[in-house]
């Protein structure tokens, strides 16, 4: 009983810093952020018809979700308003729309200045190469994200089937984005071996690890960025986006918060660490999620935090020139 309490008491104190950091942490960092990950979709069903027969959360939340809560432009663009963001990444949502772009691809053109498209592509599509090339160079996408799952052997495969090899050279050969994510949530040394050869095959590809890779919300020293995670560093087209999620997992306890982030930048340096919200996908209130990262990155020296939470993504995404 008594170890219940101390644990619960650790946890409100916690919070409490948690709430009391954001407090301070809401007047900004005194530059423009740039949010590396906001889903949108809309509640326009009838021009943008949703495809979430296979949502995660189920189609039936999915729907309620486009239907009650849309991340559209006039939403997203008020909360960065509000909160010094000043343009993001549009990560095209697979739950609301498996691999049709055309919404993400529509408010990009729409706003070319504030969002910067990530689309997804059918692999085993042949015309997904030249695709890939003709949204690159026509629609200012910055690159495709590929989401899978590890296989019954603890493999990847998908990570080097056939036409994502394709995809792979397409990447390295424009210098273009490969955003990542692996399931199940959790760290893997086998998914990051592979990505180490495919970083080295293909050294021009940007390689984006969202929520960096499910790193243990651990404490030190090392903060879920262990031996596994180091031997990456060695790979500069390797970059490690930390997201709200991250946070979460982490019980939004501002030492874990701190570490991961400090020890991200140690290991890969802050020219390769970036901060995405996860609007659309995480449902908490804006200023939240961008209070948790502002917070995180409290313990970074002035240099280091603003590229973590601007010149890092808009480099990675090619939105520097906009």
């Not at 050969?173 to 095959?201: C, G, K």
């Amino acid at each position: 009983m008594k170890r219940l309490h101390s644990r619960l008491g650790a946890l409100l104190l916690g919070a409490a810093a948690w709430c009391c950091g954001s407090a301070q942490a809401a007047s900004g960092p005194g530059f423009s952020m740039f949010d590396t990950q906001v889903h949108f979709y809309t509640s326009d069903f009838a021009q943008f018809p949703l495809h979430d027969e296979h949502a995660y959360m189920s189609q039936a939340v999915m729907t309620q979700r486009a239907a009650e809560h849309p991340t559209v432009p006039h939403r997203v663009f008020g909360d960065w308003q509000q909160n010094g963001v000043g343009a993001g990444v549009g990560i095209q949502y697979g739950a609301a729309y498996e691999g049709d772009n055309s919404y993400v691809l529509s408010v990009a053109q729409r706003f070319p200045r504030r969002v910067t498209p990530v689309v997804i592509l059918d692999t085993a599509s042949p015309d997904a190469p030249a695709q890939l090339r003709r949204l690159a160079q026509q629609q200012r996408v910055a690159g495709f994200r590929k989401l899978g799952k590890r296989a019954p052997d603890g493999g990847y495969p998908w990570l080097h089937s056939p036409g994502m090899l394709r995809l792979w050279s397409v990447a390295d050969a424009q210098h273009l984005v490969v955003e990542l994510m692996p399931y199940p949530r959790s760290p893997d040394p086998r998914f990051l071996h592979d990505i180490a050869e495919l970083a080295a095959r293909f050294p021009h590809a940007k390689i984006v690890l969202d929520h960096c890779a499910w790193p243990a919300p651990a404490p030190g020293p090392d903060f879920g960025i262990d031996a596994p995670f180091e031997s990456l560093a060695v790979h500069r087209n390797v970059y490690w986006k930390f997201t709200t999620e991250n946070f979460e997992r982490a019980g939004f306890r501002p030492e874990l918060m701190q570490g991961l982030v400090q020890r991200a930048v140690h290991v890969f340096g802050a020219d390769h660490v970036l901060w995405g919200s996860d609007m659309g996908n995480t449902i908490m209130p804006y200023q939240r999620m961008v209070n948790a990262a502002l917070l995180a990155t409290a313990v970074l020296d002035p240099v280091q935090r603003r590229a973590v939470l601007s010149g890092t993504g808009r480099y990675v995404y090619g939105a520097a020139q906009r």
